[in-house]
């Protein structure tokens, strides 16, 4: 009896058996639905994770592509930045799907909405304004590059989990890219010497008891080599107005005793002489053609429609005796030799070419034009423009070719920068910091209307930018600075600076420094720390136009970019300056653009 007992109690009943494996299979059914739910969760976050870094490296890619652009129409430059942005966005992969091919873009300032096809994204753009975080349509304030997109991301094991089999799952990110907000300053050394490799021939015009003009040749060469000047600093003579004739070089010997014999005497034959010896001279005109010896240069002797076949022709046209048939003849200009009709237009024609041809004076107003377009393009920039030659901020009044004479212009008046009067205006041009917020503040436009882009003729600019005087480097830097730092930091201080800004000085000079009106030394030494002090960087672009220079500058330039952190750029003598310049001030503006999120 007690054994059959035993055995009943010992006996499982079917459905409690049953009960167990249910419970069981329960179990390791929702173990494996809450295993495969997390892991489809991780791999959504995960996707979420790469969508975003891709959206980030499409939005750095275009702020890069934008500050990278080699073009300085802001148009052309979003829309390289643009197509890098989409190229960087196809280069990654989401979850080892690769992202080419399948993007689509537009322009936009919402997030657009998930694509149908799965591994697949769709992409806005817009340009944003920095100070409001705000896309707008204002171009000077698009500066930051902000891309926004939704990918459609395909469930692995969303069948089981209860997702269907075409169930998609949005994943959306924003990303922003751009430069930082910058404060820079820009010292543009006009000084006397800022065209000494202007080429140039220096000409005696007399004329002979019976016949026409004749035109001798004194001097050509660069207007430093022509004037026989051995100053390190260079000549005070110009290529153009004010030229400072009377300021002529030892080699050379400008004849004022006459006004026939310079000035822009209209009709008026050059005075009488048997012969021209020596070296007394009448004019200085500018080899349009480039040539150190006019006529051998690569630039041509057609401008604006117009021949100049000779010097001579260069010398009447620069005096106004080529606006019409009756002017040459009463001047005795032998026009017929030469194969060319006076006519209306070889006055301004010459003078805006000559313009166009001083050197280094235009070629570092273009380099500085293109340095100012590539900051202003890419990143939130407020810009200060400082010239200098004997002071700053000043407008003199000299005359056109130099005492004693006196001028009759072309009638009626050239307009532009082309004289009209006895006596030219010489800007010392000054553009402050404004803390105004946005484009309103950059001082961008001003800046422009002295330092156009080509291929603008200086002519189409009001004031001309013109070299006079003597150099003033201390006295650029100390306003430079005063522009940025508080009166606590420097005396004079205007605290135009904007909170966050990073600020930087770029110094361009052609010489060693002859005038002081800053505080502390003339080589600037004090200013240079309390630049480092403030944490503005300085960059100097020293420009020798002789060899001699070249050591000298490096000791005053040099010390003035390492001591605050910043660069030095030697330009030395010789051919390639123009496109030396051009890659200093191109350098510096990429150094000064880093890019941020």
């Not at 430059?77 to 280069?91: F, G, N, V």
């Not at 076949?309 to 003849?329: C, F, K, M, Q």
């Not at 010489?511 to 003339?522: C, I, R, V």
Request: hydrophobic fraction near 40%; glycine fraction near 10%.
């Amino acid at each position: 009896m007690e054994k059959v007992m035993s055995k009943k109690m010992f006996r499982r009943k079917p459905k409690g058996q049953s009960m167990i494996v249910l419970i069981v299979f329960l179990l390791v059914f929702f173990i494996l639905l809450l295993g495969m739910t997390a892991f489809e969760f991780a791999r959504y976050n995960l996707c979420c994770q790469q969508f975003q870094h891709c959206v980030d490296i499409a939005a750095l890619g275009g702020a890069a592509g934008l500050a990278s652009a080699q073009s300085t129409n802001q148009a052309v430059a979003q829309s390289a930045a643009i197509q890098t942005a989409q190229w960087m966005m196809e280069q990654n992969a989401i979850l080892e799907k690769s992202l080419a091919g399948k993007t689509t873009w537009t322009a936009g300032t919402t997030v657009p909405t998930m694509p149908a096809v799965a591994n697949t994204a769709n992409m806005s753009f817009t340009w944003v304004d920095p100070e409001t975080g705000v896309p707008t349509a204002v171009p000077g304030d698009q500066k930051i590059f902000r891309v926004s997109g939704a990918y459609a991301y395909p469930p692995l094991v969303g069948s089981w989990i209860g997702l269907g089999n075409n169930t998609l799952g949005a994943v959306v990110a924003i990303g922003n890219g751009g430069g930082t907000m910058l404060d820079v300053a820009l010292c543009f050394d006009l000084s006397g010497s800022i065209d000494d490799s202007t080429p140039v021939t220096i000409v005696d015009r007399y004329s002979p008891a019976v016949g026409n003009t004749i035109y001798r040749v004194v001097a050509d060469d660069t207007l430093y080599t022509a004037s026989g000047t051995t100053s390190l600093t260079g000549t005070s003579l110009n290529a153009c107005y004010p030229q400072n004739l009377e300021l002529d070089g030892p080699s050379i010997l400008y004849d004022a005793t006459s006004a026939a014999r310079r000035g822009q005497t209209q009709g008026q034959r050059a005075p009488v002489t048997t012969a021209s010896t020596g070296n007394r001279f009448s004019d200085i005109v500018v080899n349009l053609d480039e040539g150190l010896t006019y006529g051998s240069g690569p630039g041509g002797l057609i401008h604006g429609g117009l021949n100049f076949p000779t010097v001579g022709s260069l010398v009447e046209a620069s005096r106004g005796n080529l606006e019409s048939i009756a002017i040459a003849n009463a001047a005795s200009v032998p026009y017929g030799s030469w194969g060319i009709v006076p006519q209306s237009g070889y006055y301004r024609t010459y003078w805006e070419q000559a313009l166009t041809h001083r050197h280094p004076l235009f070629d570092a107003q273009s380099a500085a034009a293109n340095f100012f377009q590539i900051i202003n393009n890419s990143t939130n920039a407020h810009f200060c423009l400082i010239g200098f030659a004997s002071d700053e901020n000043n407008t003199t009044s000299a005359r056109a070719i130099g005492n004693p004479q006196t001028h009759t212009f072309p009638s009626p008046p050239v307009a532009g920068n082309i004289p009209i009067t006895t006596n030219v205006n010489v800007p010392v041009p000054y553009v402050p910091l404004n803390k105004t917020a946005g484009a309103a503040g950059s001082q961008f436009t001003a800046i422009n209307s002295y330092l156009p882009l080509p291929p603008i003729l200086p002519s189409t600019v009001v004031p001309q930018l013109t070299a006079n005087n003597s150099t003033d480097i201390n006295g650029a830097l100390t306003l430079a600075l005063q522009n940025m730092l508080k009166p606590a930091q420097i005396g004079g201080g205007m605290d135009r600076m904007r909170v966050g800004a990073t600020p930087a000085i770029v110094m361009f000079t052609d010489g060693l420094p002859t005038a002081n009106t800053g505080t502390g030394d003339m080589n600037g030494v004090s200013m240079t720390s309390v630049a480092a002090a403030n944490g503005v960087k300085i960059y100097t672009i020293g420009l020798a136009q002789n060899p001699g220079l070249v050591a000298p500058m490096t000791a005053v330039l040099s010390p003035m970019a390492t001591n605050s952190g910043g660069a030095f750029y030697q330009i030395p003598p010789g051919a390639g300056q123009a496109a030396a310049l051009n890659r200093a001030f191109s350098d510096i503006a990429r150094s000064l653009v880093t890019l941020t999120r």
